[in-house]
């Protein structure tokens, strides 16, 4: 019995021989826990965005999210290489120019494709480009400026013609009553003054725009009686055109000729209705009348 009893003994002991399992690591130590009112970013271990969410006001999480939708909607990738930073005030040429290109700048100055008149020549369109890509236009903006432009200037050229014309209308209805029935003949002595004395288109323009249209008028006129286009009457030019105030001069001249006198006044004078006839024409060439013929 003693030699089965000591097997058993035998199984005991490896038993008890082996070793017992590794005990569990401890937890590291933690820090110590938010309070319950803290707010919730409280826990977030950058202290830089802690600070930003709380400079911000942010009291709940889902201000956040709502913070970030909105952000994306303006620099979301549906509006990629789209978004443009305004340049600082210090900012330099080249920081200016790439703003400008992501504006729609082009490139260069002939980029621009900007409406030119007609009869227009284009050099003040290509004046005009040079300025616009310095001062930074988009393609669309400087189209739209030149069209105004040019729009504001056709006005312009319409108003000054129109007030041309007026002004012309008014010149010649004042010399008429100055020159009355002697106008016809007077504007024809200036066109023959003019072409005696070569005076051009253009140096009569300039006359007009110096001296005002009557004021030019007036002075071809004289040159014109200075080259012997102006016809005085001498008693014998029954029927000639003369200015109001010649007409008036002449009169006065009659008035003071005894044999006129005797002829006007007497009806048996073999020239009294010659006369007659004669002061007649005068007095309607000084009422601003044609004179009969």
């Known amino acids: 019995m003693s030699e089965e009893a000591a097997p058993a003994e035998s199984g005991q002991g490896e038993a008890t021989s082996q070793e017992a399992p590794a005990p569990a690591p401890a937890p590291a130590p933690t820090s110590e826990a938010a309070p319950a009112d803290a707010p919730f970013y409280a826990s977030f271990e950058d202290e830089g965005l802690r600070g930003f969410v709380e400079n911000k006001g942010v009291k709940k999480p889902e201000q956040l999210a709502s913070m970030y939708h909105n952000l994306e909607k303006v620099v979301g990738a549906d509006k990629a290489g789209r978004t443009v930073v305004m340049p600082g005030p210090d900012a330099d040429e080249a920081a200016m120019s ?3 290109g992501k504006l729609g700048r082009p490139e260069a100055a002939d980029g621009y494709d900007l409406p030119v008149p007609e009869g227009d ?93 009557a004021g030019a008028m007036r002075f071809v006129d004289r040159l014109a009686v200075k080259l012997g286009e102006d016809v005085v ?54 009422a601003g009348h044609p004179p009969q013929q």
Do not use: C
């Open 98 to 100: 790439e703003f400008y």
């Open 121 to 213: 020549d284009g050099a003040m369109a290509e004046w005009a480009k040079g300025v616009f890509h310095g001062a930074g236009l988009t393609a669309k903006q400087a189209t739209a400026v030149a069209e105004a432009w040019n729009s504001h200037m056709k006005g312009m050229q319409q108003a000054h013609q129109e007030q041309s014309q007026q002004t012309a209308a008014e010149a010649e209805a004042q010399l008429k009553r100055e020159w009355g029935a002697a106008y016809d003949r007077k504007i024809e002595g200036v066109e023959r003054a003019a072409q005696a004395l070569s005076i051009s288109d253009d140096e009569l323009a300039g006359l007009r725009s110096s001296m005002g249209p």
């Open 233 to 286: 009457i001498d008693g014998d030019a029954v029927g000639g055109a003369l200015t109001p105030q010649t007409a008036s001069a002449e009169i006065q001249k009659l008035g003071m000729d005894s044999e006129f006198m005797k002829a006007w006044m007497d009806k048996a004078h073999p020239s009294h209705q010659w006369a007659v006839q004669h002061k007649a024409n005068l007095a309607r060439m000084a």
